[in-house]
Nanobody
Framework: QVQLVESGGGVVQAGGSLRLSCAVS????????MAWFRQAPGKEREAVAT????????SYADSVKGRFTISRDDAKNTVYLQMNSLEPEDTAVYYC??????????WGQGTQVTVSS
């Protein structure tokens, strides 16, 4: 059974930084394309950043380009989201998603990020 556990969320002032982690267990991380999503109250879940299985390709939502960085450490079976220059609009629950070439997609339970103005 594959499990994803996010951590690193919290409350931070605008302009501050946080680093989210997503620890994957049950199968090697190399098998998955990984992504971070977020969902703010009353809004749909949206993709924030993605990273390919080999880490060579990344993509970002326009709203976070230049501020957020996604990375992966396959030796630690962990994916990260470094978030800098945080804005109140970044307040949301952040979710980690694992997508294999074939088979089930997995989601974590989410971690709350709150940015105060």
């Amino acid at each position: 059974q594959v499990q994803l556990v996010e951590s690193g969320g919290g409350v931070v002032q605008a302009g501050g930084s946080l680093r989210l982690s997503c620890a994957v267990s049950g199968r090697a991380l190399i098998n998955y394309n990984m992504a971070w999503f977020r969902q703010a109250p009353g809004k749909e879940r949206e993709a924030v950043a993605t990273i390919s299985r080999d880490g060579s390709i990344t993509s970002y939502a326009d709203s976070v380009k230049g501020r957020f960085t996604i990375s992966r450490d396959d030796a630690k079976n962990t994916v990260y989201l470094q978030m800098n220059s945080l804005e109140p609009e970044d307040t949301a629950v952040y979710y980690c998603k694992a997508t294999p070439i074939a088979g089930n997609v997995y989601w974590g339970q989410g971690t709350q990020v709150t940015v105060s103005s």
